[in-house]
């Protein structure tokens, strides 16, 4: 090399650049953006559709597979991997907090069905009672029924019922003379798009006494 700073001798294959220049003389071996993109991917591995490109530990970059359906990607220290969503089923629940305006005691019997919605211990079963409905629009499968009991004097059970339009989907029994917490553990019970939701206290035409039923709550998941 002279002082010009020109290579001096005849050039040769080591010394000549072709073009477009290749990837093995520091090129692309394109003539465009995208297709030296492209070149330079493939490079690193055959590539198809969904693969992404990452750094690896040695700073180099790599091709990283495309995920299985429905796998998300997630870290793992330093490194991205596909693994398995683990999202949940959203859950929706039906509370209703009683209280009939004396005390919340009810003095129920088969001839005397109150709707929790309205309170109104005067509801008389098979009346046409102005009912608040809960109309939903998606399909939900019922798992699992609660209600919270304050007093219990009734001498037999009684029956807390979750009902679509009138029909009982499930019933949670209160046994007689007992107060708490009940829960009816595990179930399921399909409810279609479209139902028309409702809660009612029930129990034999010859029982006696009150019940003071505090809280109830449906628990369903989003199908």
Same mark, same amino acid.
Do not use: K
């Given at each position: 090399m002279g002082n010009s700073g020109m290579i001096a001798g005849a050039f040769s294959s080591d010394t000549t650049l072709p073009t477009p220049v290749p990837i093995n003389k520091g090129g692309t071996g394109e003539?465009?953006?995208?297709?030296?993109?492209?070149?330079?991917?493939?490079?690193? $591995?055959?590539?198809?559709?969904?693969?992404?490109? =990452?750094? *690896? /530990?040695?700073?180099? %970059?790599? &091709? +990283?597979?495309?995920?299985?359906?429905?796998?998300?990607?997630?870290?793992?220290?330093?490194?991205?991997?596909?693994?398995?969503?683990?999202?949940?089923?959203?859950?929706?629940?039906?509370?209703?907090?009683?209280?009939?305006?004396?005390?919340?005691?009810?003095?129920?019997?088969?001839?005397?069905?109150?709707?929790?919605?309205?309170?109104?211990?005067?509801?008389?079963? $098979?009346?046409?009672?102005?009912?608040?409905?809960? =109309?939903? *629009? /998606?399909?939900?499968? %019922?798992? &699992? +029924?609660?209600?919270?009991?304050?007093?219990?004097t009734k001498d037999e059970v009684t029956n807390v019922e979750f009902e679509d339009d009138a029909s009982v989907i499930e019933t949670l029994a209160l046994a007689s003379g007992t107060a708490g917490e009940f829960d009816s553990g595990s179930i399921s019970d399909s409810i279609t798009a479209g139902s028309k939701l409702n809660w009612d206290i029930d129990t034999s035409a010859s029982s006696s006494g009150s019940i003071v039923l505090r809280q109830a709550v449906a628990t369903c998941e989003v199908v």
């Open positions: 003539t465009s953006a995208q297709a030296a993109l492209d070149a330079l991917a493939a490079a690193s $591995g055959s590539l198809v559709q969904g693969d992404i490109l =990452i750094v *690896d /530990s040695s700073t180099n %970059l790599v &091709r +990283l597979a495309r995920g299985s359906d429905n796998y998300v990607l997630t870290m793992n220290g330093s490194n991205p991997n596909w693994e398995a969503s683990s999202s949940t089923t959203p859950l929706v629940y039906f509370s209703v907090i009683a209280t009939n305006g004396s005390g919340g005691a009810y003095t129920t019997n088969a001839s005397r069905v109150c709707n929790l919605f309205n309170c109104n211990a005067n509801d008389t079963a $098979g009346a046409s009672r102005a009912e608040l409905d809960m =109309i939903i *629009d /998606s399909a939900l499968t %019922l798992t &699992r +029924l609660r209600a919270i009991c304050h007093n219990n």
